[in-house]
């Protein structure tokens, strides 16, 4: 399989090229050239399988060319095995016809894991077929950082610095990124904001001089395909549970990077009846302007108390707008360069045909402490405040009763214990026993001045061959 660039001009690249690159040298962002497509006989016979196979009938098409199929297994059993979970992605029923899907029993209590255990180890199966060894550098605010370190941590030819601001994050966050053991884990606090963090590691990725040549920096951040690739999964997972292919799903899916909800499309186009996809935001609203009216406009960053979804652009829209432009790349960059001006719209025809699929809904953090409240009273279940967004979101734009209506769970309550405690509600969300003993570990991380070229230094001497 080939993915080629959503602005048209960056040339085709196979997958292991695409696991190793970041954005595409046009700017864009990386897609299939072609997706495999499931006929309803073939999903299923699907019905019933373990996690991993359904993983490994899903995805191999995509990276065929890369791994032989028993590695493939291997890495996926091995993925998904350490997942506190059996059912990996279990369901919770909230309603009739209402559910929740639990992602967020791996190891940092959040989706991303599902994502960024398996990048680890595809990254590193890549990266010891070809001898090289590769440096990943981001920047987080929560969750991203944890995920991502936790999925590289046995990684051999991979070194992973992560900034955090110094005393910015909660101290559940930090301690998911600094008790993790390890040579190849750096976690870096600068003595600044999460923009200062972010914008060193913008700069490091557009020179890397700093290197001296003698290793890349890879990014972990959503933008990069596997992650999508493995978000498709658990669209089908749900759907055979409850009686898939055979009736038609809708999902609720909270988001701000459009990436989650992004790979529950392609599992839509890859053949699965999925009748609804809801954009569930906060008050970081852009995706929601544009489902509901037609203009797609930045506007100033807002700080809520679902943290994670906290943005002013969303980066993997361009992947929709793509198809939604016929997969003409000219005209998305045409596109996305006047966005970087001022709002924008497409064709009414274009956006008329988004909405057949799409709808959305912006919830507040009142809504959303009023939702934790409401569910905690009619089920006794705890919701964090980014899936009690999807729930607010799936019960505002329900289509149908008849369908059932899923909300994408994407973190654990205990990790935002302060939204918890805002809704008024008297229960302290407990970590689950496999972390209970993580405020006794040891912690391990550097406190650097908020200057790139000291923290560029940094990296240099203490990646594993410099
Ligand atoms: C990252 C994250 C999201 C948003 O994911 P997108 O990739 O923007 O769709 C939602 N909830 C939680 C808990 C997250 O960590």
Redesign the pocket.
Known sequence: MRYISTRGEAPALGFEDVLLTGLAPDGGLYVPETLPHFSLEEIRSWRGLPYTELAFNIMYPFVEEAIPEADFRQMLDETYSVFAHKAVAPLVQLDTNEWVMELFRGPTL???DFALQLLGRLLDYVLEKRGQHAVILGATSG??GSAAIEGCRQCEHVDIFILHPYERVSEVQRRQMTTVQGDNIHNIAVRGNFDDCQRMVKESFSDQSFLEGKARLAAVN?INWARIMAQIVYYFHASLALGGPDRSMAFS?????????FAGYLAQKMGLPVSQLVIATNRNDILHRFMSGNKYEQHTLEHTLSP??DIMVSS?FERLLFDLHGRDGQAVKELLENAAKGPVSIADYRWKRARKLFDSAAVDDAMTCATIREVYQQNEYLL?P?TAIGVRAARTCRRDEQIPMITLG??HPAKFPDAIAESGLAVKPDLPAHMAELFERKERYTVLDNDRDGVQSFIAKHWKNA
């Open positions: 959040a989706f991303k969750d991203t959503s899916v909270p988001t701000g990077n459009f990436g989650d909800i994670s979804m993997n964090d980014h994407t973190a």
